[in-house]
């Protein structure tokens, strides 16, 4: 393969990083010398046609001008050239595959604040349009977000003004790594030299702990603390299928168990059908895979082997090289970031989605959506949208664990701030003057689990809410009324009382208070059916 | 840091980007004597000597350092500080 590359600063050094990297057949024009390369018919690149031309451009050195008044500006024109230059090369060799790295500007500049045509921010805005709309327009220009890199390493590790000022090296050691590693998983992606299948193993990677352990309540995968990890993890997985990637199953566990939790387990984002082939048993996973592959009809080289077992992963290694065998972070927080850098961007890059992908990609939103929802449209217009499934129960022993939790964790929709152990909430639970309530949210987008508690004292003629709290994920949704409401409707007394402690934090339980009728310090008793009329009237 | 465990590792850091065998390169190595050691070379040369040993040369004395045993001393000067 034959590359070509343009910049308007120095960007030799990243010829030794590509050959690291496999590319032999490496052309750099000279320094500075990128438009006359394009628009010249005897230019190198006109001559000898690439099968990759990668254009690389300092925007600070291309579009800041010093004016004679000591005035900056950013220069329209030059842009305007750049963008025809590159757009009729394309035009003119249909074959070569363009990579673009869109313009990062320095994060800071004298325009300190001022958000004009003048801050480099703003003109980074502008070029960066017009580089997509390239990109969109021209099927052989792919755009590569250069801002990336810059965004997850910063200036100060990737710049080093004092080789800018000696040679116009502008970045380090670091940046040219970076830039080649990103370079070559977009070619993959161009000629879609990317990985097929995803195998993976269940205990330990796809949720917390070991199922014929700990059981099937006892694993971890949960909206909270490490059980969301395996979740996020799960549901990025997802995320990858809808692109077109194969899932499968290759572990080592009592078939009834996984499946088990594979078609019942309410925190599994990843559902039994999201798997093609599933491959439980006791039985030596190289053969498992060996099986998957034969049946897929497809290559051990585009399969990827995702297992927390170093064992099994050094012996699939040794036994079937051709499939990739990533390494399991050491740390499980870094599941996530892991599984992106290393595993999605090297072995599944996509720069663009097939009609095929794009179907699959409709089936599954995401939580964005919801959250892009919630700012666009009119509230209770996106509440409706949002097809909200309330579950309340009453003294559920298996909720007793989150209840003391939230007891413990909410501090802001939080009518007293009682906090409360899991022994505590036990005793509410088995005495006869006390009910624990427990609410169960739902949505179209998913299911958040057991988010509100509510602890309710029977006294002689009236009945005291004692606690009442939700977590902050579903406030905003009026679920706080419905909870409410349900709530009295259980209890069998006419009237109802409710005492407002006020901490530095509670204070966005003030509102849901007042709504209800209630009176801050005052401890009145209201009557059920006063209630009821409040809360409807602002359901 | 001993001198030849210093020259040991510049000889690397220098036949990579170069491209040069590391055989040719002695203390005694000066620039003119390298044909690839051309301006681009020492400045990506300069670049990982001060990654690999933490070391910081300034603008003014980086292109004086034109010999492997100039580079040596200035990072034992450097290093021993």
Redesign the interface.
């Known amino acids: 393969m034959r590359i070509a590359v343009l910049s308007n600063i120095n960007i030799d050094p990243l010829k030794g990083f590509l050959s690291k990297f496999g590319f032999e057949d490496q052309y750099y024009a000279g320094y500075n010398q990128f438009m006359i390369e394009l628009i010249n018919p005897n230019s190198h690149i006109n001559q000898n046609t690439p099968n990759v031309l990668f254009i690389h451009l300092d925007g600070e050195s291309l579009f800041k001008i010093i004016l004679s008044n000591g005035r900056v500006k950013y220069d329209q024109a030059a842009l305007n050239d750049f963008i025809i230059s590159i757009s009729d090369f394309a035009v003119a060799n249909p074959n070569t595959n363009i990579i673009i790295s869109n313009i990062v500007l320095p994060a800071f500049s004298t325009s300190t604040y001022l958000n004009n045509q003048n801050s480099p921010i703003i003109f980074e805005q502008l070029i960066n349009r017009k580089i997509l709309k390239l990109s969109e327009k021209n099927k052989n220009i792919y755009c590569y977000r250069f801002d990336s890199i810059v965004r997850a390493f910063g200036e100060k590790l990737l710049y080093d003004e004092k080789f800018w000022y000696l040679g116009r090296i502008k970045y380090t050691n670091t940046a040219f790594f970076e830039i080649a590693k990103h370079i070559q998983n977009t070619i993959n992606a161009i000629q879609g030299k990317t990985k097929k299948v995803l195998v993976l193993d269940l205990d330990n990677t796809l949720w917390g702990g070991v199922v014929g352990e700990d059981g099937f309540s006892g694993i971890l995968l949960s909206e909270d603390g490490v059980g969301k990890i395996f979740r996020d993890f799960q549901s990025n997985i997802k995320l990858l299928s809808t692109y077109g990637i194969i899932l499968t199953v290759c572990s080592k566990n009592n078939e009834n168990d996984a499946l088990e939790i594979l078609n019942n387990h309410k925190m599994m984002i990843l559902k039994s059908k999201d798997f093609i082939i599933k491959k439980i048993n006791w039985n030596n996973k190289v053969d498992n895979i060996k099986q998957i592959a034969k049946e897929l009809d497809l290559g051990l080289d585009s399969f990827v082997f995702i297992d927390d077992n170093p064992v099994e992963r050094e012996l699939v290694k040794q036994q079937l090289p051709e499939v990739s065998v990533p390494d399991f972070p050491k740390h499980i927080d870094q599941l996530n970031t892991w599984f992106i850098n290393e595993v999605v961007y090297p072995l599944f890059p996509k720069i663009v989605l097939t009609d095929e992908d794009k179907k699959k990609g409709r089936q599954y939103e995401r939580n964005i959506l919801r959250k892009s929802l919630e700012s666009t449209l009119d509230i209770k217009k996106y509440i409706n949208t949002l097809q909200i499934r309330l579950n309340c129960f009453v003294n559920e022993k298996k909720h007793i664990e989150r209840i003391a939790q939230l007891t413990q964790k909410t501090n802001q929709f939080n009518l007293s701030t009682k906090r409360y152990s899991e022994s505590q909430i036990e005793n509410f639970m088995n005495s006869d003057s006390v009910k624990v309530f427990s609410l169960e949210y739902s949505d179209k987008y998913g299911n958040e689990g057991i988010i509100g508690a509510s602890i309710v004292i029977y006294k002689d003629s009236y009945a005291e809410i004692d606690t009442f709290l939700m977590s902050c994920r579903v406030i905003g949704r009026n679920v706080e009324f419905s909870f409410f409401n349900e709530i009295l409707k259980h209890i069998p007394y006419n009237f109802i009382k409710a005492e407002y402690l006020p901490t530095s934090r509670n204070n966005i339980f003030l509102d849901f208070y007042l709504s209800c009728g209630f009176i801050p310090s005052k401890n009145i008793l209201l009557s059920k059916e006063q209630l009821l009329t409040n809360i409807t009237s602002n359901d | 840091m001993t001198e030849s465990e210093i020259l040991r590792i510049i000889k690397n850091i220098a036949s990579?980007?170069m491209n040069v065998s590391s055989d040719i390169i002695s203390i005694e190595t000066k620039q003119e004597d390298i044909i690839e050691w051309d301006?681009?070379s020492h400045?990506?040369l300069?670049?990982?000597i001060e990654?690999e040993f933490s070391v910081k040369f300034s603008?003014i004395e980086?292109?004086k350092l034109k010999s492997i045993r100039l580079l040596i001393n200035e990072i034992i000067r450097q290093t021993t500080k």
């Open positions: 990579d980007i301006s681009l400045l990506r300069i670049m990982s990654e603008m980086i292109p």
